[in-house]
């Protein structure tokens, strides 16, 4: 079981899965009506008690995004606009027409990057803490450095609760060499996809008109990696969406609040 | 052996200053009435170093008080046209931070024009902090590095049309050099390596190697260089294929010799003043080498001394003796040390002297390289090409 190396998902199954000839890692749980989880900049790791809330009222698939945890990745594909696509061909390979789609940091730009290419493919979209839109303007930084901060300092600041263990040097230093081995392909994908421009596709906020299904924008109301002002960005460029503050939570919502969370993505999808 | 006065070009008043020394100490720490005073003074040791026959390298890098030398080929071109004699060696061009590599090809063909065909030419990968000031991506970082170096060459070496480069990285529609190198069909290329698997690829290519400051590793460095050469090439390279990157503290007595050592130290006690996150920016080194490296520790990178501990960031200068990164005494000392450490690590045909490093002021700077220049140079420059061992069996 490829579970194994990722205690926290147990109760579902881990598995590989070949998209036009990228072996990807999929993570399914749960039964009812389908949702794709679209992780963070930290993969799948730490999504474990949220995928399994909302695996009690939904069929989730969880995929880690191509170059991150095990999953595969064609050479070429090196934009957040090329996982866009990608993910428009997994959910064929799924023959999934509709599903809810959520995304969380990292992963609400990945979804709303799949859904402008193809505006009805999803019910609903959920983005909790979207990255995508440009994160500066000059001199003025609206969202945080990651790759500026200390693995020590990021792992503070990205939730209000507890760190992932892999935030400290001496226990990522002794973790199983398969379970490292994820953690730095994770660091490497994040990389590649978000050093320059950092983090944003400086075309998305042109193109978010076309997103059409019903949308619901969640921020942790202690997130200490994007600022007031980027949150205003993202509420001028998505008007037709839905936002909200989540209390007692930092940027990694999931990770905070995960009861919550899918219990206010169950009610939006049930509207 | 060739001898080549290498400095960082230091802003040292700045060491003072609490905190790192590079990417994030404040600029205005900077007093630019002063950098100038510093490096027309630097300048100053080079143009020495050419009158007394020994040969120079500089380096380059970028936000930081320990090196002022922002642009290789900018310290060379200064030095092309002030010097006479010295072999010129930039070492080196961090390739895969630079963004347009036909401009690099343009700057070595001018400066070897100026120079009159005395230039040599280091790639290097750089410091894995660099990445924060050039901003090119982290991942992929060698594959763009090669395809630089390539077109690199091919520009240079190109003798018939101009041409066109569609590659992956990068885009030229047309490379044409105003001026071509004098040297044919390049300027002499170095590349540096610590370990001996990173050597065996220049050894195959044949590329002047060097090491820096890795004491008992240079000799596997070399060793690896040697084997690779050999089996691509059918014979041993020449030890001017070579080269060991060390700090010389020279002078008549040994109380003054290491006193100059001590203003020295702050070489490397300021270079690793720089916060753990710029140390490896995530993308930078492949996923397999992170994961090595976390599982080997901190430590595992640090030179060792003779008794096999790692050689401590603040450790005495009897310590950085010990461990091969400090030459420190009389001429006579510093001879014999050499001798030793060549002899030890199976011989090699370049030393880059750091005779200048740290806070070591000009007049010190000048003895110390006037001393070397004319007491130590000559006795190396009849050191045989061969180790010992190895001539012998020849001979028998």
């Given amino acids: ?271 | 052996m060739k001898i080549w006065q290498f400095t960082e070009q230091a802003y040292y008043p700045a060491f003072q200053v609490p905190g790192a020394m590079r990417v994030t100490l404040p600029q205005h720490h900077c007093e630019p009435e002063q950098a100038g005073r510093l490096l027309n003074r630097y300048l100053d040791e080079y143009m020495l170093a050419d009158e007394l026959g020994l040969n120079i390298m500089v380096n380059e890098h970028h936000a930081a008080a320990t090196c002022m030398s922002t642009s290789c080929m900018t310290t060379l071109a200064i030095l092309a046209r002030q010097t006479s004699k010295a072999r010129l060696l930039a070492l080196g061009i961090p390739l895969a931070n630079r963004s347009n590599p036909l401009r690099v090809a343009e700057e070595i063909a001018m400066v070897d024009c100026i120079s009159g065909g005395r230039l040599e030419v280091g790639f290097v990968k750089g410091a894995a902090y660099e990445l924060f000031m050039s901003n090119r991506q982290p991942t992929g970082f060698m594959d763009r590095f090669w395809e630089a170096h390539d077109l690199i060459i091919e520009a240079l070496t190109n003798q018939g049309d101009n041409f066109t480069w569609e590659g992956e990285h990068f885009h030229y529609r047309t490379a044409s050099m105003w001026p071509r190198p004098i040297q044919q069909p390049h300027p002499p290329l170095w590349m540096t390596a610590s370990s001996a698997s990173s050597a065996r690829q220049y050894g195959r290519r044949g590329d002047v190697c060097a090491t820096f400051l890795s004491g008992a590793v240079a000799s596997s460095v070399f060793a690896g260089y040697r084997e690779a050469y050999v089996e691509a090439h059918g014979h041993q390279p020449s030890q001017d294929k070579l080269a060991y990157l060390a700090l010389v503290a020279c002078a008549d007595d040994r109380e003054t010799a290491f006193k100059r050592a001590e203003a020295m130290k702050s070489y490397f006690t300021t270079a690793a003043r720089l916060d753990p996150q710029f140390r490896n920016p995530l993308g930078f080194n492949p996923v397999e080498a992170n994961i090595r490296m976390l599982q080997a520790g901190a430590n595992a990178m640090r030179p060792r001394m003779r008794n096999g501990q790692p050689l401590p960031v603040d450790g005495s200068i009897e310590e950085y003796m010990d461990a091969g990164l400090f030459f420190v005494g009389t001429p006579d000392d510093v001879y014999e040390q050499l001798v030793r450490f060549h002899a030890e690590t199976g011989g090699f045909g370049n030393l880059l002297m750091m005779a200048q490093a740290g806070e070591l002021d000009h007049k010190d700077t000048v003895d110390n390289l006037t001393l070397v220049a004319r007491e130590v140079a000559p006795r190396l420059a009849e050191l045989p090409d061969m180790p010992l061992e190895v001539r012998y069996e020849a001979v028998g």
Avoid: C
């Avoid at chain 1, 990807?24 to 900049?41: K, R, S």
């Avoid at chain 1, 945890?69 to 996982?83: A, F, H, M, W």
């Fill in chain 1, 1 to 271: 079981m490829l579970t194994e190396i990722l205690e926290e998902l147990r109760f579902g199954t881990l598995s590989k899965l070949d998209v036009l000839g990228t072996e990807i890692e999929m993570f399914q749980a749960g039964e009812g009506d389908p949702l794709l989880f679209l992780h963070g900049t930290d993969g799948l790791e730490g999504s474990g008690a949220a995928l399994e809330a909302l695996a009690r009222e939904f069929t989730v698939y969880a995929p880690s995004h191509p170059g991150f945890g095990g999953s595969g990745r064609p050479q070429r594909l090196n934009r957040v606009d090329d996982l866009g696509y990608f993910y428009l061909d997994l959910l064929d390979r799924l023959s999934l027409r509709s599903p809810v789609v959520v995304g969380t940091s990292f992963g609400a730009w990945v979804a709303a990057e799949t859904l402008t290419k193809e505006p009805a493919r999803a019910s609903h979209l959920v983005m909790a803490s979207p990255l995508g839109l440009p994160t500066a303007d000059r001199r003025e930084q609206h969202v945080a450095d990651i790759f500026m901060l200390s693995r020590q300092e990021l792992g503070r600041r990205m939730q209000v609760g507890d760190p992932l263990p892999g935030s400290d040097m001496a226990t990522l230093a002794a973790m199983p060499e398969p379970q490292l081995r994820r953690l730095m392909r994770n660091d490497e994908a994040a990389s590649l996809y978000g050093w320059t421009p950092y983090m944003s596709n400086p075309k998305l906020a042109d193109r978010l008109h076309r997103i059409a299904v019903p949308s619901l924008v969640l921020w942790g109301a202690d997130d200490a990696i994007v600022s007031q002002r980027y949150r205003d960005d993202w509420a001028k460029a998505l008007p037709q969406a839905t936002f909200e503050t989540v209390a007692d939570a930092g940027h990694r919502i999931h990770a905070d609040q995960p009861q919550n969370l899918a219990a206010r993505i169950a009610a939006f999808a049930a509207a």
